[in-house]
């Protein structure tokens, strides 16, 4: 239990599609990410909610769209997505301040 | 911005030796290090950390050093384990920007039995 849940675990959409990866945390953090993990690179941040305001949007395309409601929970919807957007999707969160973060155990997504 | 290098990208070790995964970063502005085991089909999970007014730490078989001079953090795990065979990543945050880690490459540890 990682205190971070991410569903669903897999999914597989055509380009056409749209869908939305959901996550939750349940340790009282005040500050969720998106990641984007490809074989053989690094962690690549996508965005990043404060207090639900986003502060960081790694010039990530339009085609990802987050939300984030409240403190617990963000959500990443897709839409006309492209192969090479298939990666698993990590969410994570953290405290304020210079703390670690927290990582929920991803959406493996495939793009057709 | 700051660029975190790992190396090496793949490490084999016997079980019961010492493995050392090292890391470099560019700003000197970055203050805190986390280092991240991932396990297979799992998120990274923060195994250790160290703030930039440290030069050591330990838990058990798991130590971190960093040399603020030469801007390289290492990672050392010691009596290896087969259990230890993962992937590890590095990463730098600063205090202007607490949010944001940089990562590193990550390392893929094999200890064999």
């Known amino acids: 239990e990682t205190g971070v849940t991410q569903t669903p675990r897999h999914l597989v959409m055509g380009m056409t599609n749209k869908k939305s990866l959901k996550c939750e945390q349940h340790?009282?953090?005040?500050?969720m990410y998106w990641y984007k993990q490809s074989a053989k690179k690094p962690l690549e941040l996508m965005f990043v909610?404060?207090?639900?305001?986003?502060?960081e949007n790694n010039s990530v395309p339009s085609r990802f769209s987050p939300e984030c409601p409240n403190s617990s929970h963000l959500f990443l919807h897709l839409h006309t997505l492209q192969p090479e957007d298939s990666a698993l999707y990590l969410c994570?969160?953290?405290?304020?301040?210079?703390?670690?973060?927290?990582f929920g155990d991803g959406t493996r997504l495939s793009i057709l | 911005g700051e660029n975190v290098e790992q190396h090496p990208s793949t490490l084999s070790v016997q079980e019961g030796d010492s493995a050392v995964i090292k890391c470099t970063y560019s700003?000197?502005?970055?203050?805190?290090f986390p280092w991240y085991k991932q396990e297979l089909g799992k998120g990274p999970q923060l195994i250790i950390d160290?703030?930039?007014?440290?030069g050591e730490k330990k838990d058990q078989r798991i130590a971190v050093t960093l040399n603020k001079t030469a801007k390289h953090f290492s990672l050392h795990i010691t009596e290896t384990q087969p259990e230890d065979s993962a992937v590890y990543f590095c990463?730098?945050?600063?205090?202007?920007?607490?949010?944001?880690?940089?990562f590193g490459s990550g390392t893929k540890l094999n200890v064999k039995p």
């Open positions: 340790l009282g953090h005040n500050a």
């Open positions: 160290i703030r930039s007014n440290v």
């Open positions: 990463a730098a945050s600063m205090r202007d920007n607490f949010n944001k880690f940089y």
């Open positions: 994570a969160s953290s405290q304020e301040g210079v703390q670690p973060q927290h």
């Open positions: 909610y404060n207090f639900k305001e986003q502060t």
């Open positions: 700003d000197s502005a970055s203050n805190y």
